[in-house]
């Protein structure tokens, strides 16, 4: 067991990973190149119950079946990697003092979301494992309910290379609200990129499903919940993040409203008392657009998301921007393009706050915030375009190699949310995180990219002279790397551009 050369890599990793104590360091070292020089992806286990920290036992649900993800069962011997998805506290109020008590976004407390720790199994019995040594963290999961936020770990099969050259793209699995978002490659010797790309763009959080909503006017509202009934809905579905899951996430089709279950459990509400729709922002995921048609917020990472633009107006292409108005009118731009709006809902400030933003902590790995959804009640006019939903945030990378050779592409980026055919747009998904832990300091060979989308356009194009909300942009993600390390100049973490009005009568 090569030891103090493990120990040696994680100092060189950025101050947090030191935090790790002499036992858990331990606790990391299996059977380095266990599996040999031939790759082979993640397995994916749901985490159930609760595993707590000083203790060996951690209890898994029926493996993860992707496409890209290993149908290897777990072993005695098998390293494995757990890590806690969502665990934050919001304060669930119907005011400004949604999630972090005072400025509708965020959360009261990240509790151990993004902790993560190696183990290695040293036996197995159905779908109970006892791991060799004590665990580091407590790790739960458990439904939202009335008061309480969503609570989800998993278990990855991570393969104990000896050395490996990549090839091709490598995709990452997608969360799914139980497994997936996650991607850890652990290579004892050398890791040739082999001009491959990992890619968890996309596969992070999920954005806030797009659906037809009501024609109300005036709401303030930060968290509703779904009535069920079009004419009585107020608000668009926040994203998904640290702190809980909506109903309804992006979906692959389904135009012009793709928002499709997100595949929550009986009693499970998602979010506390089922308030999964309007502008608040819970944890790291963008708040959905207020009625009427705002747009999404965007999700965050280390970054912050940007805000849903403004609610339903009459638009004025022209003049002082009094003409025709009845109302108070708000003066807007598109690009070089100065424009009114008034009338209608008057362009009120209501669009989806962003995410809260976390600052990089290597002893956490997070997925990037979904964008929320942005409000719509006639996207149908545009009704083969897919609208409206907010974009998917970054996976999670976390490389381990002693050293790393070649060039290759390690990719997180957040999705760009839907555009609206002539309502709210979504907000862009954040970027995620890129970790890389290794003894490798020239890394120039290797581009890191962990961008949030851009959020929706809004108008394609605005039909019967209106102004809609455009979505926020989805915030930068994080790249964790050695200190004294350099990476590609190509590598970026940036956020995500704010989607726009495009007004034309017609």
Not at 172 to 201: H, Q
Not at 376 to 403: E, H, K, L, P, Y
């Amino acid at each position: 067991m090569v030891l103090k050369t493990r120990v040696l890599w994680f100092k060189t990793l950025i101050a947090a990973l030191v935090v790790l104590s002499a036992g858990a360091q331990a606790q990391v070292c299996s059977n380095p190149g266990h599996d040999g020089p031939t790759y082979s992806s993640n397995g994916y286990f749901p985490g159930t119950g609760t595993a707590a920290s000083g203790q060996k036992v951690v209890t898994v649900g029926t493996a993860r079946v992707d496409a890209n993800a290993s149908n290897t069962a777990l072993a005695a011997g098998d390293q494995v990697f757990i890590i806690q998805m969502q665990d934050a506290t919001i304060n669930n109020a119907n005011s400004i003092s949604y999630g972090d008590n005072s400025t509708g976004r965020g959360y009261t407390d990240i509790r151990n979301s993004g902790r993560y720790e190696f183990g290695v199994i040293a036996s197995v019995s159905g779908g109970t494992i006892t791991l060799r040594d004590n665990l580091a963290n407590t790790y739960n999961s458990g439904a939202a309910s009335a008061a309480l936020t969503r609570r989800s770990f998993q278990v990855l099969r991570v393969p104990q290379l000896s050395t490996v050259t990549l090839s091709g793209t490598i995709n990452v699995t997608a969360w799914d609200g139980s497994t997936g978002g996650v991607y850890v490659l652990d290579v004892a010797g050398d890791l040739n990129m082999g001009g491959a790309t990992i890619d968890a763009s996309a596969a992070g959080f999920r954005g806030g499903g797009g659906k037809a909503g009501s024609v109300l006017f005036g709401s303030t509202d930060y968290a509703t919940a779904a009535t069920g009934t079009t004419s009585t809905e107020i608000g668009a579905v926040k994203g998904e993040g640290f702190a809980g899951t909506p109903k309804l996430v992006r979906g692959t089709g389904n135009a012009p409203y793709n928002g499709v279950s997100s595949g929550l459990a009986g009693g499970d509400l998602g979010y506390p008392n089922s308030l999964d729709q309007s502008r608040g922002a819970p944890g790291n995921a963008g708040g959905g657009g207020t009625s009427h048609n705002s747009g999404g917020g965007g999700g965050s990472n280390a970054g912050s998301g940007g805000k849903g633009g403004y609610s339903y107006a009459r638009y004025n292409p022209t003049g002082t921007g009094t003409t025709g108005c009845t109302t108070a009118y708000r003066t807007l731009t598109s690009g070089t393009t100065t424009y009114y709006a008034c009338d209608g809902d008057q362009a009120r400030d209501v669009g989806g706050l962003p995410g809260k933003e976390v600052a990089p902590d290597a002893i956490r790995l997070l997925a990037g915030g979904g964008g929320g959804a942005g409000d719509s009640n006639n996207s149908n006019d545009n009704a083969t375009i897919i609208q409206n939903s907010g974009g998917n945030g970054g996976g999670a990378i976390f490389i381990r190699a002693r050293t790393i050779s070649g060039t290759g592409t390690l990719r997180a980026n957040g999705q760009d949310g839907l555009p609206a055919g002539r309502d709210g747009a979504g907000g862009g998904g954040a970027g995620g995180t890129i970790a890389i832990a290794t003894t490798t300091l020239n890394l120039s060979g290797v581009t890191a990219n962990a961008n949030g989308g851009a959020g929706g356009i809004s108008g394609l194009p605005l039909r019967g002279a209106e102004t809609q909300g455009s979505g926020g942009g989805g915030g930068g993600g994080a790249i964790i790397r050695p200190t004294g390390s350099t990476l590609s100049a190509s590598s970026t973490y940036s956020a995500g551009t704010a989607g726009v009005n495009v007004p034309a009568t017609g």
